[in-house]
């Protein structure tokens, strides 16, 4: 029988074995600690403590008015050493707060736990959420108080947890799952105690079966109506759309959230932090972090405070073999190739991915030659080929014409490319190059 | 760490198969088709199948100094167009006859119109097309060896589809174990269907062509004479002639055919309509060659109404 999945998507290899058996390391270092103030998708925070102050483990050290934000916590107990400016893991410039720890991790939190969160309002569970600076941990930074706000007139009817984890050489989310399936189930009773009317659909890749089975049992111990689904092994299978699509058959019109047809989909590393919230009193100050790649010396799974340096994360893991050609934050397939490790991980951090020159290869392009591969290969039914086609002539109302917009830049079209061409890069310069005509417009 | 960081955008690996690869495994396949030219209708045919890809070769990096563009023969396209080309002549083809024909499908078919992947025709089959004028006699001058005689060169050996069509002075109509087999007359890579669906095999294996341009093509043949009725039966159409070689590695060129399934099957609907026509009503014996390089043409049209559905979207846009 085949598994559930989507149209299109690519088969790279998974290079998972490098980290999938690595249980979870404790990383607690001293020294420097950086907190950017934009962690999330939204209006970035402003500090709220000054040079001088001591701050605590969970003490808010940033937030934003604005709904669409999340605040910042700090990570250790230690002095306020700065308020600058610094280079981010993005390799954006942006204001940090600067904390000098002083290796107590002494604990500041004003969450409570809460023993029964049934005895909770969905409100009071909401604003928990928002309080313990909790955001989409796929990488989108999406923040989640947002995210359990869905309009009003919309009926949330699924409630589809991501542990696909598709993308190559990460096992963060997969090694969560099994080391601790208890609090990801919690947090999505959470999330069904505030949908009630909400079914939960645990989506995993087939090739975690350990995983699935520690679910499973997890499940039928709590006698809970939640449910297991794997599906194949196919990357982008843990893209948004690409997950509603094969857990539920349903489309999202373009432009539109996943609420529309009644989803709310959620990173099992964000159900594990609303249980760790609500329940525990505990807020996000630390993730896993899979620090992989061929020239790391010991890849390793680990679960170190935000603010921590990239660099402190390598030394950790051994260090590297032989000098990166590449360093990346996140996986091959879309994540960021970073200019500095002496950045911070935040929030969105799921992997530290270090590659040699030989597995990072630079490649020249050459001419298409129409083989149709990325047309099979884009999970969102668009012609890359022809996306980059006018791209390169700018042509970026033909582009926006030809639905570049709802590229999802999951990098299978340059993936899969014969010939090399930058497809993926021409549409995210295509993207930009609509919005900068808007904005010139409006 | 004192070195600097490549930084560039994702994704950040890159699938091992490239267009030199596509290339390779391509005259992988069209190995077995050759080595049966050269065993049923002469050594000849290595000479043939040598001097067209020489001349491809040579004229697209010729034409590429010339022009101060990169030389990019490495990327193994103006081989495989060469043996295309050797494979769709007589092996008695004179050899300057040969170099004419590389040299027009790699200038004026490839490069006039910029290239790899830019071209509207296929090349090889446009090189055909010109020499088919240019020399018609050399051009439909067969011969064979047959299985049992294979030092006897020279046997006259009339094309089936020639017999058929009563263009050829009267001759018996080979079984459907010898066409299947290829010990009858016909250009040097196209008489041997048992080798070409080796070779097809080979690219179906290896997900460079997709199964449907070459089943639809040849089942649209098949039906449709069927349905005509002609002498030989629609078995014998389907193994003789240029079809096995046409749609299996000539109306798969990823230049010349479109990009998208749906399209590809109206594509090679197309092909087997026009190779049909030809075959029973038009003026030549054969019409492979023509229906692809007429459906070359209905491309751009076919990619415009076939264009994939973005997910999501109500309706298609087209």
């Given at each position: 029988m085949s598994l559930p999945t989507f149209k299109g998507g690519i088969h790279p290899s998974d290079s998972k074995a490098l980290t999938s058996e690595k249980g979870i390391e404790i990383l607690r270092p001293s020294g420097e600690f950086v907190y950017p103030m934009s962690q999330h998708i939204g209006a970035p925070c402003s500090p709220t403590v000054k040079k001088g102050d001591r701050v605590l483990v969970g003490q808010k050290i940033g937030d934003a008015e604005a709904f669409v934000s999340a605040p910042i916590l700090a990570s250790v107990s230690g002095k306020v050493k700065d308020i600058a400016t610094r280079m981010t893991i993005s390799g954006a410039i942006e204001q940090c707060v600067i904390v000098e720890g002083d290796g107590e991790f002494e604990n500041g939190t004003t969450l409570v736990p809460h023993d029964d969160f049934r005895s909770l309002a969905p409100k009071e569970c909401i604003g928990i959420v928002r309080e313990a600076g909790?955001?989409?941990?796929?990488?989108?930074?999406?923040p989640t108080h947002v995210k359990l706000s869905p309009p009003p007139d919309k009926r949330i009817r699924w409630i589809i947890v991501n542990g696909a984890e598709c993308e190559p050489f990460l096992n963060c989310d997969n090694r969560l799952m099994l080391e601790h399936p208890e609090p990801v189930i919690g947090g999505l009773e959470i999330c069904m105690h505030i949908f009630p009317e909400a079914s939960g659909i645990i989506a995993v890749e087939r090739n975690k079966p350990e995983a699935i089975a520690r679910l499973e049992a997890e499940l039928s111990g709590r006698g809970s109506k939640a449910s297991v689904m794997p599906h194949a092994v196919k990357y982008p299978q843990g893209a948004e759309k690409m997950l509603i699509y094969t857990v539920t058959g349903q489309e999202i019109p373009p432009g539109a959230l996943p609420a529309e047809v009644g989803c709310l989909v959620m990173n099992v590393r964000t159900l594990y932090h609303i249980w760790q919230a609500i329940t525990n009193g505990v807020p996000v100050t630390e993730r896993i972090v899979s620090v992989t790649g061929d020239v790391i010396a010991e890849p390793k799974n680990i679960q170190a405070p935000l603010g921590t340096s990239v660099r402190t994360m390598i030394d950790a893991a051994g260090g590297f073999t032989e000098d990166p050609a590449k360093v990346l934050a996140g996986g091959p397939m879309m994540g960021i190739s970073m200019r500095s490790i002496d950045v911070p991980i935040v929030k969105g951090t799921s992997g530290i991915l270090a590659l040699s020159a030989a597995s990072a290869r630079k490649f020249t392009e050459t001419n298409c030659i129409r083989c149709g591969r990325c047309i099979t290969a884009c999970p969102m039914g668009l012609q890359p080929s022809l996306l980059d086609r006018v791209v390169r002539l700018r042509e970026y109302a033909e582009f926006e014409a030809s639905?570049?917009?709802?590229?999802?830049?999951?990098g299978c079209c340059s993936y899969i490319c014969p010939a090399r061409r930058h497809i993926t890069q021409a549409c995210r310069d295509g993207k930009a190059g609509v919005m900068a005509a808007r904005r010139k417009s409006a | 760490m004192d070195h600097l960081l490549s930084v560039a955008s994702s994704p950040h690996i890159r699938s091992e198969m490239d267009t030199r690869r596509i290339m390779a495994w391509v005259i992988a396949a069209l190995v077995p088709a050759g080595a049966a030219g050269a065993f049923l209708l002469g050594t000849r045919s290595l000479l043939v199948m040598a001097v067209c890809v020489i001349s491809c070769v040579a004229s697209e990096a010729i034409w590429q100094k010339v022009t101060r563009q990169?030389?990019?023969?490495s990327d193994l396209s103006a081989t495989v167009t060469g043996l295309l080309l050797a494979y769709n002549?007589?092996?008695?083809?004179p050899l300057w006859m040969a170099a004419c024909g590389g040299v027009f499908s790699m200038i004026i078919v490839k490069h006039f119109f910029g290239g790899l992947g830019q071209n509207i025709v296929n090349p090889a089959l446009a090189g055909r097309a010109m020499m088919l004028i240019c020399w018609p006699v050399a051009m439909t001058t067969w011969t064979m060896n047959g299985i049992s005689g294979a030092t006897v060169e020279g046997t006259s050996g009339a094309t089936p589809l020639a017999i058929l069509k009563g263009t050829e002075a009267a001759g018996a109509l080979p079984g459907i174990a010898d066409a299947f087999i290829g010990n009858i007359g016909g250009c040097i890579g196209e008489t041997s269907a048992l080798a070409l669906l080796i070779g097809g095999g080979v690219l179906l294996y290896k997900e460079i062509i997709s199964w449907r341009i070459p089943v639809v093509y040849i089942v649209t043949v098949a039906v449709i004479q069927a349905l005509l009725g002609r002498a030989g039966g629609p078995l014998l159409e389907i193994l003789t002639g240029g079809l096995m070689l046409g749609s299996i590695f000539m109306a798969t060129d990823y230049a010349t055919s479109p990009m998208t399934a749906k399209g590809q099957v109206i594509f090679a609907f197309g092909c087997g309509l026009v190779t049909s026509l030809i075959r029973t009503f038009g003026g030549y014996p054969e019409g492979v060659s023509y229906s692809i390089l007429i459906m070359n043409l209905t491309v751009p049209i076919i990619d415009r109404l076939t264009m994939p559905r973005i997910l999501g979207e109500v309706k298609s846009h087209g």
């Open positions: 909790i955001v989409g941990a796929g990488g989108a930074t999406f639905g570049g917009m709802n590229c999802i830049e999951c | 990169p030389v990019t023969v002549v007589p092996p008695t083809i």
